[in-house]
């Protein structure tokens, strides 16, 4: 995390390259850009260039700083001992040094089958070992959704999308809640499914205040 001007990282999650979570995240982005006309801004679109799923060579880093104790991520590197630990390191340090370089770590990130893109798993994947801590980062999850899960809603129980982000945020990175912002639009697939078509207005009034608070957002993050 940097001492003096601030870095965002922004990651893009959708197959979509026209999406609601895209409109969201740049919204939060731009204002954040705007606000922070000196700070460092670093953009990956792991949907257009996407994150290789990890290997078993991943697997053996993993376990080497497991077995070792190695807390500090300055030190992973120490556990490439092979050739294809060498290959697995060389994808995992742009992506770590990205991460630990950011004091904001945007995500736009759709709902898809009721959790998060694949291509988002596979940068968790990569960027996560054991007992690693991220301290004094601020999280943002842009996101859209076909329908509404939020609170008192019907499909509120299979909403594994925010609750798995928070908890992995939380379990993994040893984020606290009050470091986490989630904002976005809900009930996207109404402009679409005849069947959610009495639910337009509830999506464009959505959609109207999710654009609002990301501007707000941006804007004091």
């Known amino acids: 995390m940097s001492t003096t001007a601030p870095t965002l990282l922004h990651l893009d999650t959708s197959a979509r390259r026209t999406s ?3 409109e ?3 919204a939060v982005a731009g204002a954040w850009r705007a606000s922070h006309p000196d700070g460092t801004y670093l953009h990956r679109d792991l949907a257009l260039t996407p994150v290789p799923q990890i290997g078993e060579a991943w697997t053996e880093l993993c376990d080497h700083v497991l077995e070792h104790g190695i807390t500090d991520i300055a030190r992973y590197r120490e556990a490439v001992r092979t050739p294809a630990q060498a290959a697995a390191w060389e994808i995992v340090e742009p992506l770590l040094d990205e991460l630990v370089a950011a004091d904001v770590v945007l995500i736009a990130a759709p709902m898809y089958n009721f959790s998060v893109p694949a291509s988002l798993k596979a940068w968790i994947d990569q960027v996560t070992f054991p007992k690693m801590s991220l301290p004094g980062r601020r999280f943002v999850v ?3 959704r076909g329908g509404a899960y939020g609170p008192g809603t019907p499909r509120q129980p299979y909403d594994h999308h925010e609750r798995y982000l928070r908890d992995f945020f939380a379990g993994h990175f040893a984020v606290p809640q009050e470091a986490m912002t989630f904002v976005g639009t809900e ?8 069947a959610l078509a009495a639910r337009r207005e509830a999506h464009d009034a959505s959609r109207t205040a999710a654009l609002a608070a990301a501007r707000e957002l941006g804007r004091t993050l």
């Open 187 to 194: 009930l996207v697939n109404s402009r679409l499914d005849p």
């Open 24 to 26: 969201v995240g740049d």
């Open 20 to 22: 609601f979570s895209r």
């Open 142 to 144: 842009a996101y859209a």
